[in-house]
């Protein structure tokens, strides 16, 4: 499609063609992470240098008709999302300067009933990358112990998203409630080094365990999708393997080198895994996880 401003800089020394060329390379790979799910757009019309930066979430009324919706349930009323289900609308999307989306755990089809769960491992510090990967060490550790398959993604900003493929059985409070006491058993474990205290006042040089992504319109960062800080990084799969490497960190992958990254397939049959909660909460709660 079209591109108004193509030469526009959205970030030094990148304009919107170059990040369109971007999201039309890695759309067979982004798209099966977005189809039929809500979105929340961070929109930078200006890039990211300077001028205005908001989180959209109702679909404008200018979007053209061919632009999937979906009306979902809020308090006290509705909100109208934007469903990216093609590289057309990926593309129309970077034309309206939406750098980064942010995908809902579930998909509109059974819009109470997550089919991922995401552990957000937020580190201290920008610098601390090596705390990040132990603590996925632990805990890609502990669920398999649990019989939970799981994978990492960096998240192009500081920390690592751990996700757990599910099979929808369990609704949103079930699986934060699970998500929970997951990470409230490793912080037992390694209390000098992990924390689930949401104020960060709290936490001291400790790692935070966030679950909190897995409440009901919450939202998380979508994979290959391109956050909004200097050298365009990207949120990018990987494999266990590569997340041991002391080569990587928080924003290895950018624009520059993401579409490589995911040719290789680092979650090859991650997605066709889902699993049911039920028998991962009894293990659980029987090795003393209340």
């Given at each position: ?6 030469g526009?800089?959205l970030f ?9 060329d ?38 404008p ?70 705390s ?147 028998s ?11």
């Amino acid at each position: 499609m079209e591109l108004h401003r193509p030469g526009k800089h959205l970030f030094p020394g990148i304009t919107k063609r170059d990040l369109a060329d971007y999201y039309e390379a890695v759309a067979p790979f982004a798209l099966p992470h977005l189809r039929g799910r809500p979105l929340m757009l961070e929109r930078h019309p200006d890039g990211i240098a300077g001028g205005p930066r908001f989180m959209q979430k109702d679909t404008p009324d200018h979007y053209p008709d061919w632009i999937h919706r979906v009306e979902v349930p809020k308090e006290g009323g509705t909100v109208t999302h934007t469903v990216c289900d093609d590289t057309a609308t990926l593309i129309f999307l970077v034309d309206q300067a939406a750098l980064t989306l942010h995908r809902w755990l579930s998909r509109a089809d059974d819009i109470d009933h997550p089919d991922r769960l995401v552990f957000d491992l937020d580190p201290s510090g920008d610098d601390d990358f090596e705390s990040v990967r132990e603590a996925a060490r632990l805990l890609h550790a502990k669920l398999d112990d649990l019989g939970l398959p799981s994978a990492p993604m960096t998240t192009g900003s500081r920390g690592v998203h751990v996700v757990v493929p599910l099979d929808r059985s369990q609704d949103f409070d079930e699986t934060r409630d699970f998500a929970r006491h997951v990470a409230d058993a490793l912080v037992a474990e390694h209390p000098d080094t992990l924390t689930t205290a949401a104020r960060k006042k709290d936490r001291g040089d400790r790692l935070y365990l966030d679950v909190m992504r897995n409440a009901y319109a919450q939202t998380a960062v979508a994979p290959y999708t391109v956050r909004a800080k200097q050298d365009a990084p990207v949120a990018t799969p990987l494999t266990w393997r590569q997340l041991g490497s002391p080569a990587v960190g928080a924003r290895h992958w950018t624009v520059a080198n993401a579409v490589e990254q995911a040719r290789t397939d680092p979650w090859e049959g991650l997605l066709g895994k889902g699993r049911s909660l039920g028998s991962a909460w009894r293990k659980l709660l029987s090795e003393g996880g209340s």
